[in-house]
């Protein structure tokens, strides 16, 4: 791994934010100011083909990436904003459901966090 992989690892293990990389490519210019932003991106594909993290994917949002602690996410459907939920571990439950071992799985619960339904009942939805 490349001094600059690992770097990265730091900061994503280190993280709560789901940070997309122009996020991580900022805190890695913090310590490695001449860095290019396809280097991150090179070593963000690298580290999660690795399974070193996780890379969550939602429509019409940029790739955000996190730590590989089993947890599952909230993402609101209005504004994207992305949150930790500890469910627990559901891979028995799921393959006892499915009749198939799984190797992993992505949880991912799309809700309307406080905010946006505040703003959604104020224009009257």
Not at 4 to 15: D, R, T
Not at 86 to 92: C, E, H, I, M, P
Request: contains cysteine.
């Amino acid at each position: 791994m490349t001094k600059y992989g690992k770097k990265i690892l730091e900061i994503i293990n280190a993280s709560r934010s789901h940070m997309a990389a122009e996020e991580i490519f900022d805190a890695l210019r913090q310590v490695y100011p001449s860095v290019v932003l396809a280097t991150v991106y090179n070593n963000l594909s690298r580290l999660w083909q690795d399974g070193l993290i996780r890379k969550i994917s939602t429509e019409g949002m940029p790739d955000r990436y996190d730590r590989i602690q089993r947890h599952d996410h909230l993402i609101c459907k209005g504004c994207g904003k992305l949150s930790d939920i500890d469910l627990g571990d559901l891979t028995q439950q799921l393959e006892k459901q499915a009749g198939i071992s799984i190797v992993s799985y992505d949880l991912k619960l799309t809700y309307v966090c406080e905010d946006c339904r505040s703003k959604f009942q104020k224009k009257g939805m």
